[in-house]
């Protein structure tokens, strides 16, 4: 059984036989210690980001249109015409501006009485909202909205929900930055690694020739 597992490695004699196959790999692992000066590099603007994210928009995730004014009977019920969007930016509750209400403030009121079924973060299981991934809330969820950014796709929505709830400006410049910074810039920065171990593996073979 141990010798049917070697049998696994066997297709990795073809990297010797063909030699750009070779070469990539001679150069991915010339790459490593550059890779890993790129990854860290990385690293350090994905949390600055996300630290920046989490200062602006830490209490953000919890303001919507409500029906009242204060929780009735443990309820803060939604207006059902805004119940997948923020309000407090560009959407201002159909000009009801005083309904842009957050659950967490009466959370913490002991004045006021809401059931857990009405908290905040029960508030946000929507599919807008990533079911509650796609919020600044702590250090852990604003990291992933601005993986989610570098990775550039889904990073328009989260934008979008924060131009209604937020500034809209603020909004608009923090995530264009973001976007140029770490998927322009930081992810090419390791393709351009890749690239120059890559080449500079072709001339030595051709020094070697």
């Given at each position: ?106 959370y913490r ?16 299981q929507k ?83």
């Amino acid at each position: 059984m141990a010798l049917r597992t070697f049998r696994l490695i066997r297709p990795f004699k073809t990297i010797t036989m063909l030699p750009n196959m070779r070469r990539f790999f001679t150069a991915l692992i010339n790459s490593l210690i550059d890779l890993s000066a790129a990854f860290l590099t990385t690293l350090f603007f994905l949390l600055i980001f996300s630290v920046l994210g989490l200062s602006l928009w830490v209490d953000r995730f919890g303001y919507f249109c409500r029906t009242t004014t204060t929780p009735m009977n443990g309820k803060f019920e939604l207006n059902p015409n805004y119940s997948t969007t923020l309000c407090g930016g560009k959407n201002d509750c159909g000009g009801q501006s005083e309904m842009c209400l957050s659950s967490s403030e009466f959370y913490r009121n002991e004045s006021y009485f809401l059931s857990d079924a009405y908290e905040w973060d029960n508030e946000l299981q929507k599919s807008s909202f990533g079911y509650g991934l796609m919020t600044f809330k702590d250090i852990f969820h604003s990291f992933i909205v601005i993986f989610i950014t570098t990775s550039g796709e889904g990073w328009a929505k989260i934008m979008y929900l924060l131009m209604d709830g937020h500034n809209y400006y603020i909004s608009l410049v923090f995530f264009i930055v973001c976007v140029i910074v770490n998927y322009f810039f930081m992810l090419n920065l390791t393709v351009a690694v890749l690239l120059y171990n890559f080449e500079r593996s072709r001339m030595v073979e051709i020094d070697i020739e």
